[in-house]
């Protein structure tokens, strides 16, 4: 049996009150304090000597109750219980209010301490040392007030980890009144986040998940960020491509050649000045070109300076992880947390900031003298301590200004051993910023070279790298390699004497291409990381626009776990690098947006910018936390106003009785149903929703449906998930005991092989269970057609339809179908005893198959390289479609380059300095 701890010697002679306690956030602080102000360890949770007692949180470790624990009615989800408007939610913290969280990170055992802490006698006064911010203040005092502590509370305001810093600042400790302000605007947040977030997510769950209660949940941040992926989906959608034909000349030299692209006369636009939208226009350039044959040239050259990328914040990080390394949001921050509090190699790094305290100078030279010998950016770091560049980096580099919370991410000075490779990669990434950013401008030399063939004018641009400045810390001294596929990269050859004056150059060739315009592109983590962070400037009011500014939506420590909250929650998945919405986001942005309009506002930021002005105001006194509140239970209230009270029901015109229990059918407006209902519950035994899947379903149709029980075919059902309509029915089943006609055989087929080299896992049978008993129910449901010629009707497969080729199993051709792909028809199938035959989608594994894949197929026995995304891990692979005898296709993987020899080094890559 363990021994209980006994109290330390310090802690039962101290008379009372003549200790202070010292709270951080986090233990990796309250070391760093307890260092500074020399105070030894007592045991593993907090330091103590005759003056001071040091511990921590672990980040948030008390919040907001749920609403069950504050009204026992709230347990059950119900319409007739919304809004959910604690009296106690006033802008102020209680006990009353508040709960210890418990989660696998944390048991409830830090908060006992931190109680017992501030329970004790010989504790006077308590600082607060959280975090220098909203968040800061509300962690302690979440804290302080569930222990009902009376404790006279001072604020210990660090803005700088330096020692002296600290000694500073505790010896400068603020009256807890310079922080009200903030600490008002704190509690506001929180409780305004509660009454949004709870009442809309029981609101969307209720009305949307229904009987099943599937969860939607809504949220001030998470909402306008799924509706930013959904909104981009639209685009794409709707997008509708533009023909264009791009000229290209091929011109020759005494130097050598190079290529040139035509120019469309009166347009400046450069992307848009080499699209020719008229066809018959780019022939007739083209061939004037050929006809002339020589052309002008001239040169136009222009010096160009490129600073240094600034300091990594966690988002910028985070960004420039997924493009260089393919690394997930939540990834980055793990590594770097692990660097920061396991490796003492890096600053703390969830922050907003891209700048170091002015302070820091001597810190910011120390890490870069330790990186000497150390890390292979060490002589360059050498460099710039020689060469006094770090004295001199000025207002780009230190700005207390530009310093909230926390400073940027750079080395610490202590240099990590035993890293992983993904630590390490991270770890080079911030030591080479951190260095460069002292290093001067890269200096390059761009031209501009104009090719005139009679009246029509070739451009073409080249760039030089003349002066490597801060890329050499990156290695780019010869050609910045980011810049390889851009505009601007060609290397041109010179102009000579032989060429004459002007120079002539010879046309060599000119190609027609024929193109068209791309959608926007989906958005990757990257891209949804900066349109998260600038989502201020979505923000029409200057004000508000201004207030987000700062912060955009959520911070930099939570848009890697509102991105990981989107996919736990199925509202998005990832398809390589791609961020995909699913139809459940679909049907929240309908809800948002069509079925409850007073929600509409938690589709854009505009929510967010609006509390940030107003917290600002509560921060600055120009406003009062209880009166933010009031507003904003008003404004749930109204939110909550067309969509928790059920719309009057009304009955059919002309009536139409329920096969039910007989009584006339009745509608709301969302739905149809019967008077009846399911036992004890207030659900009606017959449902039939108004909008199936974008199809309205009118009373004449509701009437036709009760008697024939299967109504259709309808062609204008609509894919949440992919967009594109196709042709169903609509049966009226028992959902419990009924499959809707045509569903009662299911053939099953063995799945792709979810990654490279991996067999596809047998198929099992379906197990059989016991059929339940009827339950008198009724439900409006989907029913799918069977695809041509699966209901062995030979009529449903048409022989006009183009043949591509022979099937590989039993010799037959196979068709090009005009909804089900590519396939061998059923009826000639039967006559020929063949048991397989070929069959495959028109889209398979998130990739497109094509009528000219399958005829390669099916002639040459392989189709070309292509992209697949896994059902099972959700990432792409790459692989050859083959013919196959006995299953008609396959999958074929290129050869894997070979391994290294154990030991060798590792193929060294340039490294990008974003």
Known sequence: MRKKPSQSSSETSAPAGAKTLVIAEKPSVAADLAKVLKVPKANSDYFENDQWVISSSIGHIVRLKDPEDLDPKWKRWVLKDLPMLPEKFDGTASADILKVVISERNNGDRYKLLKKLLGREDIGTVVNACDAGREGELIFHYIYQLARSRLPVRRLWLTSMTNAAIAHSFEHLLPESTKAGLLGSAISRSQADWLVGMNG????????????????????????????????????????PKTFWKIEGDFGLTQGNYRGAAQVPGVTDRKEAERFYEEAQARQVAEEARKIGTGTVTDERKPRKESAPRLFDLTTLQREANRRFGFSAKTTLGVAQALYEKHK???????????????????????????????????????????????????????????????????????????????????DFVVRRFVAVFFPLAEFEETVRITAVGP???????????????????????????????????????????????????????????????????????????AMENAGKLVDDEALAEAMKE????????????IEELLA???????????????????????????????????EPLLTGEWEYKLKQIEHSESTAPSFITDIKV???TMLADAAVAAPATELSPQVASPTDGLAILTDGSKYFSQDKVGATDRPKMTIYAEMNGHKITPTEVAELVVKRRIGPFSDFRSMKSGKNFTGYIDLVDPDTIKPRGTEEKIETAPAPSAEGQEAVPV??????????????????????????????????????????????????????????????????????????????????KAPISPDDVRKLLHEGKTGLK????????????AFLVADKAKGWWFEFPPRKPRAAKGAPAEKKADEPF
């Open 345 to 427: 190699a890096l600053t703390y790094p969830r922050t907003d900031s891209q700048y170091l305290p002015e302070d820091y100078l001597p810190n910011a030279k120390a890490a870069l003298q330790s990186l000497e010998g150390a890390h292979p950016a060490g002589m360059f770091a050498k460099e710039a301590l020689r060469n006094g560049w770090v004295d001199t980096a000025g207002r780009r580099v230190f700005d207390n200004k530009k310093v909230s919370d926390h400073f940027a991410i750079v080395p610490t000075g202590t240099v990590p051993h035993g890293l992983t490779d993904v630590e390490q990669k991270i770890y």
């Open 764 to 845: 099992k049978p379906p197990r059989k269970t016991k059929p339940k008993a009827p339950s008198g129910k009724l439900k409006a449901v989907l029913y799918f057609p069977p695809r041509e010629g699966a209901d062995g009707n030979p009529d449903a497969f048409d022989a006009e339809w183009p043949v591509l080729g022979p099937c590989p199993v039993s010799g037959l051709p196979v068709q090009h179908t005009p909804t089900a792909g590519y396939r061998v028809c059923p009826h000639k199938a039967q006559e020929a005893a063949a048991k397989k035959t070929f069959s495959l989608n028109a889209e398979m594994l």
């Open 569 to 603: 929650k199925t509202y998005i998945e990832r398809q390589g690098k791609e961020l995909v919405p699913q139809g459940k986001a679909f049907q929240l942005h309908q809800f948002l947006t069509q079925t409850c309009k007073n929600m509409s506002f938690m589709v």
């Open 456 to 530: 029509h004018p070739f451009r073409t641009t080249g760039k030089v790298l003349v002066v490597a400045g801060w890329r050499a810390v990156w290695g780019q001294e010869a050609e910045a390699e980011e810049d390889k596929d851009k505009e601007g990269s060609a290397s041109l050859p010179a102009l000579s004497a032989p060429d004459g004056t002007p120079a002539q150059a010879k046309v060599l060739g000119i190609d027609v291409k024929e193109d068209a315009t791309k959608p926007p592109a989906r958005y990757n983590e990257a891209s949804l990381l900066g």
């Open 551 to 562: 912060r955009g939506l959520g911070t930099p420590a939570t848009r890697a776990a509102t």
């Open 635 to 637: 404004q749930v209230a």
């Open 201 to 240: 997510s029981r609101c969307g769950t209720i009305r949307i998940g229904g009987a099943k209660r599937e969860v939607f949940s809504v949220g001030r941040v998470q909402t306008p960020t799924l509706m930013l992926i959904v909104k981009r989906e639209f685009e794409i959608r709707n997008f509708v």
């Open 867 to 878: 992209k697949f995304v896994s059902n099972r891990t959700k990432r792409t692979f790459e």
